[in-house]
T-cell receptor, first 115, second 112 residues
Framework: AQTVTQSQPEMSVQEAETVTLSCTYD???????LFWYKQPPSRQMILVIR??????QNATENRFSVNFQKAAKSFSLKISDSQLGDAAMYFC????????????FGQGTRLTINP | NAGVTQTPKFRILKIGQSMTLQCAQD?????MYWYRQDPGMGLKLIYY???????DKGEVPNGYNVSRSTTEDFPLRLELAAPSQTSVYFC???????????FGPGTRLTVT
């Protein structure tokens, strides 16, 4: 079974600094997708970034980028120029490819931004 | 365009009671999902549907039932509520398996 592990329950960063959240996963599949979701205090789950396993290039969305290391099964999220609005729970998630439905989530990392 | 809506936002149930959590989406998405999020944990899939009239179990289906009579609605039924079902429930929808899942705001359910 696929598993997703986030080893940092909490992280904090100074406003305008850079922070990296870690995620590792376990799978025997070669076709899959990886996601980072943000859950602010409002509880709404918001997709931050996604990465297709077949793509070697790391995904980037404005201040958010990933470091995807397929062989190491590692998928970290880097947030540059941290802003107060980035404070939230961040969840790493995995989904097998080829019509799979289930998103497998990690335990989450609570990110605090210090002004 | 309201996206994915869920009602109610909060509910307290007594053990053994039943209730239906409502979920609706106005994006004409074929795929819909129900997840639960226990305190300090990620989401786990309860049930999903790939279209009207088609549903299937996810990771944690016991104690729940679903139906999908229309594209827009995907209610989740709890029969004989138990304290283990205390959780936050999220509904989500998607155009397809290759695409992003859009989440509703969640329903916080407490069973006492």
């Amino acid at each position: 079974a696929q598993t997703v592990t986030q080893s940092q329950p909490e992280m904090s960063v100074q406003e305008a600094e850079t922070v990296t959240l870690s995620c590792t996963y376990d799978t025997s599949e070669s076709d899959y997708y990886l996601f980072w979701y943000k859950q602010p205090p409002s509880r709404q789950m918001i997709l931050v970034i996604r990465q297709e396993a077949y793509k070697q290039q790391n995904a980037t969305e404005n201040r958010f980028s990933v470091n995807f290391q397929k062989a190491a099964k590692s998928f970290s999220l880097k947030i540059s120029d941290s802003q107060l609005g980035d404070a939230a729970m961040y969840f790493c998630a995995y989904r097998r490819g080829k019509g799979a439905q289930k998103l497998v989530f990690g335990q989450g990392t609570r990110l605090t931004i210090n002004p | 365009n309201a996206g994915v809506t869920q009602t109610p936002k909060f509910r307290i149930l007594k053990i053994g009671q039943s209730m239906t959590l409502q979920c609706a989406q106005d994006m004409n998405h074929n795929y819909m999902y129900w997840y639960r999020q226990d305190p300090g944990m990620g989401l786990k899939l309860i049930y999903y549907s790939v279209g009207a009239g088609i549903t299937d179990k996810g990771e944690v289906p016991n104690g729940y039932n679903v139906s999908r009579s229309t594209t827009e609605d995907f209610p989740l039924r709890l029969e004989l509520a138990a304290p283990s079902q205390t959780s936050v429930y999220f509904c989500a929808s998607s155009t397809g398996t290759l695409y992003e899942q859009y989440f509703g705001p969640g329903t916080r359910l407490t069973v006492t």
